[in-house]
């Protein structure tokens, strides 16, 4: 007698054996065929079960989304789409599932909207779309680790819990046990915050690039993986209050090697899903071009889910300049102006994403890596270029998702950081630490940070972000 979970089985090649399976009720068909499914793949193990051998009370118990543990043997199964399937000799009912609760009809197999389903967020997972989708993120969570544990970096843990803001840009939230309602205040009538746990501000990480900087300047290569946060009121379809980064920072490396490495860990993560997720991506690709037959025929993609990922595992990402963009996006035709929601007048600046997927899905058609911004637009620690008023700084476009990835050469020069530092009125005595870098043997050193949720959003084809994490948090949205 063997224990297996379904992916196992339907690869075996030894049938008529014994088997237990255990799993939840996909369907019930005649009285005698259960798509049974355990969540080890997207797909169903056929159960034959011979109702004249089993009571009636049992079988009746046998529900969508009851969990039930089969025992019988392995077969070749004559039904199609499926090699094998199980003759039933013994069923239990683990874990009734009344079908009348109205819960349940989001496991029924009419389809139903995303927005529905977000509503039952513990519940969506048993659903093939969320099966399928969970599992590729499962899959390029361990490919991340393993890109970079083959390539010699370390994995740092950065810390959740931090007093500095790594983005200067103010969107973060506070982490304090202080009472809310009656805070210690000092004589001029601010919080107190020396009477705080952690005796400051301290607020949840929006990066844990800073620290990751102090790592990579002594154990040359490293790479963060985990939770981030911005309190940020974007309610958009490519931006969470709670996501996941992966941030790698290396020694030594300048901008056209950061550059190398974010393209060639995309591919690897990318091809690693391809070759993993096979019947995961297919379930999703079916998916899409579903619902692509809804749309007008000018607004469907040309290219299939799987075509999209092996673009661009062939392709190189095309390297241009701000200024060079600019240029383009000036130069674009008046209907194609016309629109864009904000018109890019003039160089200086910031690009929205309606600009970045205009560059991307229409002028290049491939992937792009933007890089020398201008200074202003881009954060304090960026190193500044020699014409005074541009950045290393690159970011990575990619079709349907725009920005996926943001980094930079770091400014390793002393002088240069502090006067940077003054003017953008970042509080040199809290980021000593980070300015001591730059004093003792300091040297050229780049990184970036790739948006988790924007990988798996752009490898399942997934259109929002809400659906590519368990629990997404957006503003007004933290159920639990
Ligand atoms: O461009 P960002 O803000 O860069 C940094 O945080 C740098 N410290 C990274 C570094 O150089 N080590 O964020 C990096 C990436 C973005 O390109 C995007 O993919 C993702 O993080 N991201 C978000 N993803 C989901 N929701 C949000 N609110 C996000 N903000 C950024
Ligand atoms: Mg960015």
């Known amino acids: ?40 793949t997207i797909k169903t193990l056929q159960c034959v079960v011979d109702f004249e ?30 090699t094998v399937e199980i003759q039933v000799s013994k069923l239990t009912v683990l874990g009734e599932a009344n079908p009348e609760d109205v819960k349940l009809t989001i496991l029924s197999p009419k389809r139903h909207s995303l927005e529905t389903l977000r509503e039952q967020a513990h519940l969506r997972i048993r659903t093939n779309t969320f099966g399928a989708v969970m599992r590729t993120r499962s899959k ?13 970096f370390n994995y740092m843990h ?11 840009a103010g969107e973060m939230f506070r982490v304090s046990n202080l009472d809310a309602k009656n805070p210690p205040l000092d004589e001029n009538g601010t ?26 300047m002594a154990l040359g290569k490293v790479y ?88 661009i595992l062939e392709n190189n990402f095309k390297r241009v300049t701000y200024t060079e963009a600019i240029d383009i996006l000036k130069r674009s035709k008046p209907n194609q102006k016309k629109k ?48 005074g008023k541009t950045v290393r700084a690159m970011d990575v476009l990619f079709p349907g998702i725009g920005e996926i990835v943001g980094g930079s050469e770091r400014e390793e020069r002393y002088d240069v950081l502090l006067q940077k530092m003054k003017t953008m009125n970042i509080d040199e005595k809290e980021l000593y630490w980070y300015l001591d870098l730059r004093k003792f043997g300091t040297a050229t050193h780049s990184g970036f940070g790739l948006g988790f949720e924007r990988l798996v959003q752009f490898t399942t084809g997934m259109g929002n972000i809400r659906d590519v994490i368990p629990y997404p948090r957006t503003p007004g949205n933290a159920e639990f």
């Not at 989304?65 to 070749?76: M, N």
């Not at 390029?140 to 890109?147: G, K, M, R």
């Not at 919080?191 to 990579?216: I, M, R, W």
């Not at 160089?347 to 899905?361: I, K, T, Y």
């Open 53 to 82: 051998n089993f009571e009636e009370e049992i079988l009746k118990k046998v529900t969508i989304g009851a969990a039930i543990e089969v025992t019988g043997t392995l077969v070749e199964s004559q039904g199609q789409g499926q």
């Open 1 to 40: 007698m063997q224990d297996k979970t379904i992916v196992e089985l339907l690869k075996s090649e030894k049938t008529h054996v014994d088997v237990t399976v255990r799993g939840w009720v996909r369907s019930f068909r005649s009285n005698r065929f259960i798509a049974l499914n355990d969540g080890s």
């Open 191 to 216: 919080v107190n915050y020396k009477e705080d746990f952690f005796e400051k501000e301290t607020n949840l990480t929006v990066s844990g690039q800073l620290e990751a900087e102090t790592y990579a």
């Open 224 to 311: 963060t993986f985990g939770p981030t946060f911005r309190a940020e009121n974007s309610n958009t379809s490519r931006h969470l209050a709670e996501f996941w980064m992966i941030e790698p920072e290396v020694a030594f490396n300048d901008l056209d090697a950061n550059m190398d490495l974010a393209e060639d860990f995309i591919k690897y993560v990318v091809n690693y899903a391809l070759e993993n997720c096979a019947d995961d991506l297919e379930f999703l690709e079916n998916r899409l071009l579903e619902e692509e037959k809804n749309k007008p025929e000018a607004e469907r993609s040309e290219m299939k889910l799987r075509e999209k990922l092996q673009f």
């Open 158 to 168: 950065s810390p959740i819990i931090t007093g500095s803001d790594a983005e200067g």
């Open 140 to 152: 390029l969570a361990f490919a991340v680790h393993e890109y970079f544990q083959k390539n010699g």
């Open 340 to 387: 864009f929601k904000y018109i890019i007048e003039e160089w200086g600046a910031d690009l929205q994403s309606e600009h970045e997927r205009f560059l991307v899905e229409k002028h290049f058609k491939c992937p792009v890596i933007l890089f020398d911004y201008p200074a202003n637009i881009k954060s304090f620690y960026m190193r500044l270029n020699d014409d």
